[in-house]
């Protein structure tokens, strides 16, 4: 017997209904399309706050013509279907999945249809495969096939940068190539087609091919980089890690911009990695001795580690992020655990119509939290707003200084003040006076910030 609540059984009854009748036919990525169509009516139903999935009721030969309907839709690079319930399923470039205006995705790796801001950004599972099959076969007759396969590397130091890396090559004087992942045009690399995937190996093969051409003037300019950043960390407590090349927006082979990555204090205060660009054009100056910026492993990252070492904290944590984590409503010693070795985690408030999206992250010490609900509301930094709100001009004026809980229903509990409110088209944009807290991570204690470091 099903074991699971109605609305489990609803999506279960629906899948083993669209598996029978789809037989085994996949979405373009190669997913089970039962699975992708079920998840798309359930987020229908649960948009409609339905009790029911009133798909059950549809005959075999509707619900084949609606998952027929759905499948030209998620395969296109443009296209809408109209769920039963009215959600509004749309492409707007290829894997680009949006369910009534929220971002969804394909994953190659899983079934299903899967909310872009609980998936893995980085390049991983079966199409991370399929690129490394596509670069095997596109390289076999060629000298560069010797740099090997991209890796995927993450960095969070300046902005997060997800990253494909091939292993130091010694030919070029132990330099990385280096791709981006945002070069494939897809919502998330799992969730991109084969043939986004073949073009995206088709470019890194033409970076390989360039990167091999040159190997020679890379080693002897990046010996130049290296020997650069060593003079920079030599009284500083940090090691050059990698002396990396990205062939992509590189204009003048023997002035190329090199990225050096070093092994220091990064955005979460631990031993991690730091990464700052060298151009070329400036390098000749920058060994002559010229000022060149101030890089990051320099920084007063190192006197917040050794103060939050100190007094048993692992860095700040903002009044929104304390406030959510908590409320009860996420799993918050998932989450402490998960910002103890990681960057950032994403979870999923459901409710009864849309969900809610809670992103947590590392920037220079804090954490922060963002929020979003599509239609609702958006939540990054200080700035707040919200949509289909009103509020009369009198008592927006009012609220400069006053709890934000005064002015809408907060799910979770917390005491931010409001800076500012004002009228937004639609709704609201308030500024909060977003204070730090320090964070024990294990225990999940909060306290108050000494004033010098606030």
Aim: one cysteine or more.
């Amino acid at each position: 017997m099903f074991s699971g609540n109605q609305d489990q059984f609803s999506v279960a009854a629906i899948n083993d209904r669209l598996e029978s009748l789809l037989e085994g036919k996949c979405t373009g990525i190669g997913t089970p399309l039962a699975a992708a169509v079920a998840t798309a009516l359930d987020v229908d139903r649960r948009n409609a706050s339905a009790k029911t999935c009133n798909s059950i009721g549809y005959s075999d030969e509707q619900l084949l013509e609606l998952a027929i309907d759905i499948s030209a839709t998620l395969d296109s690079p443009r296209a809408i279907t109209t769920l039963p319930f009215g959600t509004v399923l749309e492409t707007m470039g290829l894997g680009a999945i949006s369910l009534d205006g929220e971002p969804w995705t394909l994953d190659a790796g899983r079934p299903g249809l899967h909310p872009v801001f609980t998936t893995r950004i980085d390049a991983h599972g079966p199409n991370l495969e399929l690129l490394h099959r596509h670069i095997t076969r596109l390289t076999q007759k060629h000298a560069c096939r010797d740099l090997g396969l991209p890796q995927p590397r993450a960095i969070y130091d300046d902005g997060e940068q997800h990253l494909l890396h091939f292993a130091p090559c010694a030919k070029a004087g132990d330099v990385v190539l280096q791709c981006c992942l945002r070069r494939i045009h897809a919502n998330r690399f799992c969730g991109a087609f084969p043939e986004q995937i073949e073009e995206f190996a088709e470019a890194i093969v033409e970076d390989m091919r360039s990167f091999w051409k040159c190997r020679k003037g890379i080693a002897k300019q990046g010996a130049e980089v290296r020997a650069i950043a060593q003079s920079r960390v030599a009284e500083q407590k940090a090691a050059v890690h990698e002396i990396i090349l990205e062939m992509r927006f590189q204009f003048d082979e023997a002035d190329l911009n090199f990225y050096v990555h070093y092994s220091g204090i990064d955005v979460a205060l631990r031993l991690g990695l730091v990464r700052e660009l060298i151009p070329g054009a400036w390098r000749e100056e920058i060994r002559k001795g010229a000022p060149f910026g101030t890089p990051l492993i320099a920084s007063k990252r190192y006197q917040d580690f050794e103060y939050f070492q100190r007094e048993g904290a692992d860095g700040r944590i903002t009044e929104l992020a304390a406030a959510v984590l908590a409320s009860g409503r996420v799993d918050s010693e998932f989450i402490r655990s998960e910002l103890l070795k990681a960057y950032d985690v994403a979870v999923e408030i459901p409710g009864a119509g849309k969900s809610m999206f809670v992103a947590f992250y590392w920037l220079e010490g804090t954490i922060f939290a963002k929020m979003f609900m599509q239609g609702t509301m958006s939540w990054s930094r200080e700035k707040l707003q919200i949509y289909s709100v009103h509020a009369p001009d009198s008592k927006l004026v009012t609220m400069s200084g006053r709890p934000l809980s005064d002015l809408i229903d907060l799910p979770f509990g917390g005491n931010i003040i409001v800076a500012r409110a004002d009228k937004l088209g639609n709704g609201l944009r308030v500024c909060v006076a977003e204070n730090t807290l320090l964070v024990d991570l294990a225990s999940g204690r909060t306290w108050e910030l000494p004033e010098e470091l606030r």
